[in-house]
């Protein structure tokens, strides 16, 4: 079975600081993806980046980017210049290749940018 | 349309009602999911819709009935519901397709809080 786990349950940075989410998984499959979501106080939850297993080079999203070590089953999300929209419960997430798999969530970490 | 509607946003019913939960979109997607989220945790699946059937039902109580009557329209029929039931309910969609390299990633509505006195 596939788990996601964040170690980090609420983190606070300053605005326009860089902050870093830390996120790992388990598995034993090889093709899959792996996603982060955002879900801000009003509860819309939107995707904020994806990574393609095959792919080695990390995925980015203007001030969103991921480090992603798939041997250490290791995917962080870095949020740079980070401003006060960004406050918001952080979800990582892990859908193996095959369609209709459904999405294994961690925990979640709450962010908190302070002005 | 890259959107999930809900509706209605809030709801407040007694353990004895009927009440429905609807979702839909436009964008052609042919996968349907619903999912309850307590407060500060992660969403939790219980039913997914492919092409309109039932693919997954994660032993979801039968005081939660779902229903597919289309590929843009998902509905959640609920009835005699506890308190403990109270939560967000989120719907999401993604798109389905033959296995390889599809992102397939889902997109949520905005939700239903719900509230069983």
């Known amino acids: 079975a596939q788990t996601v786990t964040q170690s980090q349950p609420e983190m606070s940075v300053q605005e326009a600081e860089t902050v870093t989410l830390s996120c790992t998984y388990d598995t034993s499959e090889n093709n899959y993806y792996l996603f982060w979501y955002k879900q801000p106080p009003s509860r819309q939850m939107i995707l904020v980046i994806r990574?393609?297993?095959?792919?080695?080079q990390n995925a980015t999203e203007n001030r969103f980017s991921v480090n992603f070590q798939k041997a250490a089953k290791s995917f962080s999300l870095k949020i740079s210049d980070s401003q006060l929209g960004d406050t918001a419960m952080y979800f990582c997430?892990?859908?193996?290749?095959?369609?209709?798999?459904?999405?294994?969530f961690g925990a979640g970490t709450i962010l908190r940018v302070k002005s | 349309d890259t959107e999930v509607t809900q509706t209605p946003k809030h709801l407040v019913m007694g353990m004895t009602n009927k009440k429905s939960l609807k979702c839909e979109q436009h964008m052609g997607h042919r996968a349907m999911y619903w999912y309850k989220q307590k407060a500060k945790k992660p969403p939790e699946l219980m039913f997914v819709y492919s092409y309109e059937k039932l693919s997954i039902n994660e032993s979801v109580p039968s005081r939660f009935s779902p229903e597919c009557p289309n590929s843009s329209l998902l509905n959640l029929h609920l009835h005699a519901l506890q308190p403990e039931d109270s939560a967000l309910y989120l719907c999401a969609s993604s798109l389905l397709g033959l296995t390889g390299r599809r992102h397939n990633e889902q997109f949520f509505g905005p939700g239903t809080r719900l509230t069983v006195l």
């Open positions: 990574q393609e297993a095959y792919k080695q």
């Open positions: 997430a892990f859908r193996p290749q095959e369609y209709g798999n459904k999405l294994v």
